[in-house]
T-cell receptor, first 113, second 117 residues
Framework: GENVEQHPSTLSVQEGDSAVIKCTYSDSASNYFPWYKQELGKRPQLIIDIRSNVGEKKDQRIAVTLNKTAKHFSLHITETQPEDSAVYFCAASIPQAGTALIFGKGTTLSVSS | GAVVSQHPSRVICKSGTSVKIECRSLDFQATTMFWYRQFPKQSLMLMATSNEGSKATYEQGVEKDKFLINHASLTLSTLTVTSAHPEDSSFYIC?????????????FGNGTRLTVT
């Protein structure tokens, strides 16, 4: 089955700096890679996703890149703000096959002002 | 947008009792729903895949007789924690995918925090 590795487990940055979180996956059939932001005690919220037919996707300060050959994808947050502080999870799945999302272990991002 | 409702949000029960958690897709039909468990400061671990009209598929290490899943309709899946013990205390969260899932992201319920005393 799918295995998703995520690094780093914790990340501390200054406000305005960029933050990068990296994930690798094991199943080459996976073709859907979302990123979720989870605040304490709340459900994960989808912030951006990418499918295997594209290499990069951007939404304002957030971008995701995908390298299918190397089986890794990354989340990039630019101009970080204190409200970006949360736990971020990457995940992988094969929606067409009805497979569940398999999550990475999460990255706790702390943005200090 | 697609909404997944989960109930209850919090439940405290005594050891040995059973607890039922409901997951409903409010504005779409979901042939497949997924149940996850999350311990404090840890990731979401897939427990089982709930399929409407058929038996759930459990992940390795998850006791199917302890965590009973029923997906009786296209909008409702239930997870029953039977004979609960303190180690079952956790955050349980369901998710569902609208349509066939080809271009639909997964939507999560708000989760249920179970405390077994």
């Amino acid at each position: 089955g799918e295995n998703v590795e995520q690094h780093p487990s914790t990340l501390s940055v200054q406000e305005g700096d960029s933050a990068v979180i990296k994930c690798t996956y094991s199943d080459s059939a996976s073709n859907y890679f979302p990123w979720y932001k989870q605040e304490l005690g709340k459900r994960p919220q989808l912030i951006i996703d990418i499918r295997s037919n594209v290499g990069e996707k951007k939404d304002q300060r957030i971008a995701v890149t995908l390298n299918k050959t190397a089986k890794h994808f990354s989340l990039h947050i630019t101009e970080t703000q204190p409200e970006d502080s949360a736990v971020y999870f990457c995940a992988a799945s094969i929606p067409q096959a009805g497979t569940a999302l398999i999550f990475g272990k999460g990255t706790t991002l702390s943005v200090s002002s | 947008g697609a909404v997944v409702s989960q109930h209850p949000s919090r439940v405290i029960c005594k050891s040995g009792t059973s607890v039922k958690i409901e997951c409903r897709s409010l504005d779409f039909q979901a042939t497949t729903m997924f149940w996850y468990r999350q311990f404090p400061k840890q990731s979401l671990m897939l427990m089982a895949t709930s399929n409407e009209g058929s038996k759930a598929t459990y992940e390795q290490g998850v006791e199917k007789d302890k965590f009973l899943i029923n997906h009786a309709s296209l909008t409702l899946s239930t997870l029953t924690v039977t004979s609960a013990h303190p180690e079952d205390s956790s955050f349980y969260i369901c998710s569902a995918m609208p349509g066939t899932g080809h271009n639909s992201p997964l939507h999560f319920g708000n989760g249920t925090r179970l405390t077994v005393t």
